[in-house]
Each structure stands twice: as C-alpha cells, then as structure tokens.
C-alpha cells in the first residue's frame, strides 16, 4: 500500500509563499497535488510524470505554482507563489497512472480517478 505524507501547510498574507511537501513510499507514473476548499469539491491542482518530468497545472495556479519531484529523498513538492485568498484549502498528495497517447505522448490529467492514492493532507489558509 502505498503511504503519502505531506507536510508544509501553514498560514500566510495573500502574496506570500508556501513549499508542500509529500514523503511516499512508492511512486506511480504521475504524482500530484489536489486541493479541496470549505464547502467545495476537491479538484487537482498540479501533475508530474515521474518518468519524463512533464507537468500538468490547473489554470488557477498556472504561472504560481511549481511541482517537482526528488526521487533520491522519496519527496515530492508543490512550490506556491502569489498565493491568494481563493488558494485556502487542504492540499493532498496524491499517486496515479499515467496516460500513454499516440506516439511518444504521456501525459498526467488532473482527474481524481486516475489517482488511486491520496494522503491525510496538509492545511494552506491565506488571509487577505
């Protein structure tokens, strides 16, 4: 079974930053981040395909938000920037399954269901 522990979460002034970080114990071909706000549906966030380094963002954090892995420390990471009110949620780590297309195509989505792993998730609050 696959164990993913994050951590880095806190309290920050909109504008401020963040590092997450996700400690697993084994790896699919996508790792990612989803996030889930009060009274909202959890979404994803951000995706990395683990065997190219490829990356999937949502529009929301497109040019905020950085993934990244560091496959000798088992540590994934999710780099926030610019961070906003409407970024406040619990952020999970999660592992999944990557899309092979056509040709040399790979690609992570950010659908939940081809993530079959989350962790107990770390909390990002940032005040206006």
Not at 101 to 127: M, N, Q
């Amino acid at each position: 079974q696959v164990q993913l522990v994050e951590s880095g979460g806190g309290s920050v002034q909109a504008g401020g930053s963040l590092r997450l970080s996700c400690k697993y114990s084994s790896r699919g071909t996508c790792m990612g981040w989803f996030r889930q706000a009060p009274g909202k549906e959890r979404e994803g966030v951000a995706a990395i395909y683990t065997g190219g380094g490829s990356t999937t963002y949502a529009e929301s954090v497109k040019g905020r938000f950085t993934i990244s892995q560091d496959n000798a420390k088992r540590t994934l990471y999710l780099q926030m920037n610019s961070l906003k009110p409407e970024d406040t949620a619990m952020y999970y780590c999660a592992e999944g399954t990557a899309h092979f297309g056509a040709g040399d195509t790979v690609y992570c989505s950010l659908d939940e269901p081809d993530f079959g792993y989350l962790g107990w998730g770390t909390r990002v609050t940032v005040s206006s």
